[in-house]
Protein backbone atom coordinates (compact mmCIF):
# COMPACT_ATOMS: atom_id res chain seq x y z
CA UNK A 1 0.00 0.00 0.00
CA UNK A 2 1.36 3.25 -1.15
CA UNK A 3 1.70 5.84 1.49
CA UNK A 4 1.22 9.34 0.59
CA UNK A 5 0.52 10.85 3.93
CA UNK A 6 2.36 11.81 6.79
CA UNK A 7 2.35 11.58 11.16
CA UNK A 8 1.24 15.11 10.99
CA UNK A 9 -1.47 14.99 8.97
CA UNK A 10 -3.14 12.72 11.91
CA UNK A 11 -4.46 14.05 15.15
CA UNK A 12 -3.33 11.21 17.02
CA UNK A 13 -2.83 6.93 16.58
CA UNK A 14 -6.48 6.59 16.50
CA UNK A 15 -7.01 9.07 13.88
CA UNK A 16 -4.83 7.07 11.67
CA UNK A 17 -6.37 3.69 12.37
CA UNK A 18 -9.62 5.19 11.60
CA UNK A 19 -8.51 6.53 8.27
CA UNK A 20 -6.92 3.12 6.96
CA UNK A 21 -10.17 1.37 8.33
CA UNK A 22 -12.55 4.01 6.19
CA UNK A 23 -9.87 3.41 3.30
CA UNK A 24 -10.05 0.02 3.45
CA UNK A 25 -13.56 -0.07 3.60
CA UNK A 26 -14.08 -1.92 6.63
CA UNK A 27 -16.90 -2.47 9.36
CA UNK A 28 -15.59 -0.90 12.02
CA UNK A 29 -17.51 -3.32 14.31
CA UNK A 30 -15.95 -6.29 12.51
CA UNK A 31 -12.63 -4.80 11.77
CA UNK A 32 -10.38 -7.36 10.22
CA UNK A 33 -7.21 -7.14 12.50
CA UNK A 34 -4.45 -8.68 10.96
CA UNK A 35 -4.94 -6.44 7.50
CA UNK A 36 -5.06 -3.73 9.24
CA UNK A 37 -2.30 -4.42 11.78
CA UNK A 38 -0.35 -4.90 8.56
CA UNK A 39 -0.94 -1.55 7.32
CA UNK A 40 -0.61 0.50 10.17
CA UNK A 41 2.96 -0.93 10.97
CA UNK A 42 3.76 -0.74 7.13
CA UNK A 43 2.92 3.33 7.34
CA UNK A 44 4.97 3.27 10.61
CA UNK A 45 7.32 1.56 9.12
CA UNK A 46 7.09 3.83 6.01
CA UNK A 47 7.95 7.09 8.27
CA UNK A 48 11.01 5.77 9.71
CA UNK A 49 12.27 5.30 6.11
CA UNK A 50 12.10 8.77 5.56
CA UNK A 51 13.50 9.96 8.87
CA UNK A 52 10.28 11.48 10.15
CA UNK A 53 10.16 11.26 14.30
CA UNK A 54 7.19 8.55 15.16
CA UNK A 55 5.22 9.43 18.42
CA UNK A 56 5.22 6.91 20.86
CA UNK A 57 1.68 6.68 21.68
CA UNK A 58 1.72 5.33 17.46
CA UNK A 59 3.91 2.53 18.73
CA UNK A 60 2.00 2.16 21.70
CA UNK A 61 -1.26 1.58 19.52
CA UNK A 62 0.92 -0.44 17.44
CA UNK A 63 1.78 -3.49 19.83
CA UNK A 64 -1.82 -3.33 21.17
CA UNK A 65 -2.49 -4.23 17.64
CA UNK A 66 0.32 -6.49 17.38
CA UNK A 67 -1.84 -8.12 20.69
CA UNK A 68 -5.16 -8.02 19.30
CA UNK A 69 -3.83 -9.97 16.53
CA UNK A 70 -1.96 -12.58 18.63
CA UNK A 71 -5.09 -13.20 20.93
CA UNK A 72 -7.07 -13.83 17.52
CA UNK A 73 -4.98 -16.86 16.74
CA UNK A 74 -5.61 -18.66 20.34
CA UNK A 75 -8.72 -20.13 21.18
CA UNK A 76 -11.50 -17.57 22.43
CA UNK A 77 -11.69 -16.79 26.00
CA UNK A 78 -15.88 -17.65 27.41
CA UNK A 79 -17.52 -16.17 30.58
CA UNK A 80 -20.29 -19.08 32.00
CA UNK A 81 -19.62 -20.85 29.03
CA UNK A 82 -21.80 -18.27 27.31
CA UNK A 83 -19.97 -15.72 25.82
CA UNK A 84 -17.06 -15.06 23.77
CA UNK A 85 -14.46 -12.26 24.99
CA UNK A 86 -13.89 -10.59 21.54
CA UNK A 87 -10.15 -8.94 22.07
CA UNK A 88 -11.11 -6.47 19.57
CA UNK A 89 -14.10 -5.04 21.84
CA UNK A 90 -12.35 -2.09 23.51
CA UNK A 91 -10.21 -1.12 21.04
CA UNK A 92 -13.96 -0.84 18.66
CA UNK A 93 -15.35 1.31 21.74
CA UNK A 94 -12.30 3.68 21.87
CA UNK A 95 -12.86 4.24 17.83
CA UNK A 96 -16.39 4.46 17.90
CA UNK A 97 -15.67 7.16 21.21
CA UNK A 98 -13.32 8.94 18.82
CA UNK A 99 -15.75 9.30 15.70
CA UNK A 100 -18.29 10.93 17.77
CA UNK A 101 -15.96 13.15 19.50
CA UNK A 102 -14.81 13.93 15.87
CA UNK A 103 -17.95 14.32 14.48
CA UNK A 104 -19.05 16.73 17.46
CA UNK A 105 -15.59 18.89 16.73
CA UNK A 106 -16.43 19.12 13.26
CA UNK A 107 -20.13 20.56 14.26
CA UNK A 108 -18.27 23.07 16.60
CA UNK A 109 -16.18 24.43 13.76
CA UNK A 110 -19.32 25.03 11.40
CA UNK A 111 -20.65 26.99 14.17
CA UNK A 112 -17.51 28.91 14.98
CA UNK A 113 -17.09 29.56 11.25
CA UNK A 114 -21.42 31.05 11.43
CA UNK A 115 -20.57 32.81 14.65
CA UNK A 116 -17.87 34.67 13.24
CA UNK A 117 -20.56 36.72 10.52
CA UNK A 118 -22.74 37.35 13.71
CA UNK A 119 -21.90 41.46 15.39
CA UNK A 120 -23.36 41.94 19.06
CA UNK A 121 -23.01 45.26 20.81
CA UNK A 122 -23.25 45.79 24.67
CA UNK A 123 -26.47 47.16 25.42
CA UNK A 124 -27.92 50.73 25.92
CA UNK A 125 -30.67 52.22 27.37
CA UNK A 126 -34.05 51.58 25.34
CA UNK A 127 -35.19 55.15 25.84
CA UNK A 128 -32.67 56.31 23.51
CA UNK A 129 -35.38 54.46 20.54
CA UNK A 130 -38.86 55.41 22.54
CA UNK A 131 -40.96 58.63 20.59
CA UNK A 132 -41.61 61.05 22.30
CA UNK A 133 -44.86 60.82 23.64
CA UNK A 134 -47.28 64.24 22.96
CA UNK A 135 -49.63 64.17 26.10
CA UNK A 136 -53.37 66.13 25.57
CA UNK A 137 -53.69 69.32 27.15
CA UNK A 138 -56.69 68.08 29.32
CA UNK A 139 -58.05 67.30 32.65
CA UNK A 140 -59.57 64.16 31.25
CA UNK A 141 -57.67 60.85 29.65
CA UNK A 142 -57.40 59.68 26.44
CA UNK A 143 -59.21 56.25 27.58
CA UNK A 144 -62.13 58.87 29.38
CA UNK A 145 -62.53 60.03 25.74
CA UNK A 146 -63.08 56.96 23.98
CA UNK A 147 -65.03 55.59 26.67
CA UNK A 148 -67.47 58.67 26.94
CA UNK A 149 -67.73 58.76 23.07
CA UNK A 150 -67.78 54.87 22.58
CA UNK A 151 -71.32 55.79 24.43
CA UNK A 152 -72.04 58.50 22.55
CA UNK A 153 -72.00 57.00 19.48
CA UNK A 154 -74.24 54.44 20.60
CA UNK A 155 -76.35 56.09 21.23
CA UNK A 156 -76.93 57.31 17.83
CA UNK A 157 -76.87 54.58 16.30
CA UNK A 158 -79.53 53.53 18.12
CA UNK A 159 -81.68 56.39 17.74
CA UNK A 160 -81.00 56.77 13.98
CA UNK A 161 -83.96 56.46 11.10
CA UNK A 162 -84.40 53.18 9.78
CA UNK A 163 -84.42 54.98 6.41
CA UNK A 164 -81.99 57.02 5.64
CA UNK A 165 -80.74 58.82 2.70
CA UNK A 166 -76.84 57.86 1.69
CA UNK A 167 -74.56 60.59 0.45
CA UNK A 168 -70.71 60.54 -0.03
CA UNK A 169 -69.29 63.86 1.06
CA UNK A 170 -65.34 63.64 1.54
CA UNK A 171 -64.32 65.00 5.27
CA UNK A 172 -61.30 65.86 6.25
CA UNK A 173 -59.49 65.95 9.78
CA UNK A 174 -58.44 69.71 8.72
CA UNK A 175 -62.09 70.73 7.59
CA UNK A 176 -63.14 70.13 10.69
CA UNK A 177 -60.39 71.69 12.77
CA UNK A 178 -61.78 74.88 10.56
CA UNK A 179 -65.21 73.76 11.60
CA UNK A 180 -64.65 73.51 15.56
CA UNK A 181 -62.39 76.44 15.37
CA UNK A 182 -65.30 78.69 14.01
CA UNK A 183 -68.01 76.74 16.87
CA UNK A 184 -65.61 78.10 19.59
CA UNK A 185 -65.33 81.59 18.47
CA UNK A 186 -68.67 82.31 18.92
CA UNK A 187 -68.94 79.77 21.70
CA UNK A 188 -66.20 79.49 24.08
CA UNK A 189 -67.06 76.54 25.97
CA UNK A 190 -68.99 73.69 23.93
CA UNK A 191 -70.11 70.65 25.41
CA UNK A 192 -67.88 67.55 23.52
CA UNK A 193 -70.52 65.37 22.24
CA UNK A 194 -72.18 69.05 20.27
CA UNK A 195 -68.99 68.42 18.08
CA UNK A 196 -70.37 65.58 16.50
CA UNK A 197 -73.44 66.59 14.92
CA UNK A 198 -73.88 63.82 11.86
CA UNK A 199 -73.43 60.14 12.93
CA UNK A 200 -71.51 59.12 9.96
CA UNK A 201 -68.15 57.03 9.90
CA UNK A 202 -66.19 59.63 8.48
CA UNK A 203 -67.34 62.51 9.68
CA UNK A 204 -67.07 60.82 13.35
CA UNK A 205 -63.56 59.74 12.67
CA UNK A 206 -62.54 63.33 11.63
CA UNK A 207 -64.25 65.32 14.01
CA UNK A 208 -62.79 62.79 17.08
CA UNK A 209 -59.33 63.07 15.80
CA UNK A 210 -59.57 67.09 15.13
CA UNK A 211 -60.18 67.36 18.52
CA UNK A 212 -57.38 65.33 20.03
CA UNK A 213 -55.09 67.06 17.42
CA UNK A 214 -55.83 70.21 18.63
CA UNK A 215 -55.74 69.04 22.54
CA UNK A 216 -52.36 68.67 21.68
CA UNK A 217 -51.42 71.28 20.61
CA UNK A 218 -53.10 73.46 23.19
CA UNK A 219 -55.71 75.25 20.94
CA UNK A 220 -58.13 73.56 23.11
CA UNK A 221 -58.50 72.24 26.61
CA UNK A 222 -61.22 69.19 27.60
CA UNK A 223 -62.36 68.90 30.65
CA UNK A 224 -64.73 66.46 33.06
CA UNK A 225 -65.62 68.65 36.68
CA UNK A 226 -67.18 65.43 38.19
CA UNK A 227 -67.14 61.72 37.45
CA UNK A 228 -69.96 61.27 34.79
CA UNK A 229 -70.53 64.30 34.26
CA UNK A 230 -70.47 66.33 30.53
CA UNK A 231 -67.10 66.32 28.87
CA UNK A 232 -66.26 70.16 27.94
CA UNK A 233 -64.03 71.38 25.27
CA UNK A 234 -62.84 75.25 25.93
CA UNK A 235 -60.43 77.16 23.92
CA UNK A 236 -57.43 77.75 25.47
CA UNK A 237 -56.60 81.81 26.46
CA UNK A 238 -53.29 83.13 25.02
Same mark, same amino acid.
Given at each position: MEMEFKINDFEGPLDLLLHLIKESKMDIMNIEIES??? /???? &? +??? /?EKMNLEVSSEYLVLASELIEIKSKMLLPNEKIDDEEEIDPRTDLVNRLLEYQAYKDITKVLQEKELLRKDIFTKLPENINNYVEEVHEIHSDVTLDDLISAFQKYYQRKLDN?? +?????? !?? %? !?SVSSRRSEIKHLLKKKSRMSFFELF??????????? &??? $? +? %?MAKNREIRI !? /?? %?? &??? $? $?? %?????
Open positions: ITK /QYVD &F +LNA /QKP +LKTKVT !IN %E !IPVVTKEYVVAT &FLA $I +L %E !I /QE %EN &FDD $I $IC %EVVKA
